[in-house]
């Protein structure tokens, strides 16, 4: 049921947009409008027609797909959404963005950003978020599941684990604790330890002090790195990382001190 004078309408089962007056109707029940016998042809422009494809490109591009906190089904939503249903576990799925200003020790779980000011203090043991940006204090736990960018002068006694983390060129930050990440960019100044499944990245402007465990790191020119380097994955031994070789004997009058293994160039 529609307002008799509405001029358009969408369809509640499938979202489609359609105009009243082209629908049959088998009977009125104002004798302003009277029922009409046969449907209304619709001829649609060229105009028309481009608009409503950039507006069918521009919701599918705004459509995202999330993974349920629980079961870990997947599936696709609008990005305008505040919330939704799992299908699979039924369990309710937060989508909004919280911004802390003040101190703040709730459990969040949500999809959306997370946004610590300058004034803010989030000292809750358990943050889940898709990205998070950090310009005020962290005491608790963040784990995102993209972007974690810091812009901040200070220390960070918390935990963050997440898939990508960038200090900005303006950050100063020391972490107590070891950071956890795939990816790190580094444009600031940052002191702590890192264990990166991916790349630990250093640019000009940046400097880290701290031990790192990656499987690569990159120092542009400019850029400074202090600490102890252990390239290669975390769980793999010696002798997987060195190839087991027969040993070579040399003879005593050209024996020295020095390193056990020979650096290659």
């Given amino acids: 049921m529609d307002y008799a004078a509405a001029k358009s309408s969408m369809c509640r089962q499938c979202g489609q947009h359609y105009i009243p007056a082209a629908v049959p109707k088998q009977a009125s029940k104002s004798r302003f409008l009277p029922a009409l016998t046969e449907p209304v ?51 309710h799925i937060d989508l909004k963005d919280y911004k802390v200003a003040t101190s703040f020790s709730r459990i969040i779980r949500t999809h959306g950003e997370v946004h610590i000011t300058a004034k803010g203090d ?29 812009d901040m002068t200070g220390k960070i006694p918390g935990q963050l684990v997440a898939s990508h983390v960038v200090v900005e060129r ?14 790190i960019e ?24 701290g031990d790192v465990t990656a499987r690569a790191i990159s ?30 004997k040399a003879p005593e009058a050209e024996l020295t001190l020095g390193l056990s293994q020979p650096i290659v160039a």
């Fill in 41 to 91: 042809a619709l001829v649609e422009d060229a105009s028309s027609t481009l608009r409503r494809k950039f507006e069918g490109m521009w919701a599918r591009e705004r459509s995202t797909v999330i993974e349920c906190f629980e079961c870990k089904a997947k599936q696709e939503i609008s990005s305008a959404a505040s919330s939704t249903i799992c299908p699979a576990c039924s369990r």
């Fill in 122 to 150: 989030l000292s809750s043991t358990t943050v889940v978020c898709r990205s998070a940006t950090i310009e005020g204090k962290l005491r608790g736990g963040l784990h995102c599941a993209e972007t974690a960018t810091i």
């Fill in 170 to 183: 303006r950050a100063v930050v020391q972490f107590f604790r070891t950071v956890r990440v795939k990816t």
């Fill in 186 to 209: 580094i444009r600031g100044k940052m002191t702590g330890e890192i264990i990166a499944d991916g790349v630990v990245v250093i640019h000009k402007t940046g400097s880290l002090d």
């Fill in 219 to 248: 120092v542009e020119k400019g850029g400074m790195f202090s600490g102890q380097l252990v390239i290669g994955q975390q769980k793999l031994t010696q002798g997987e990382l060195i190839p087991a070789t027969p040993p070579v």
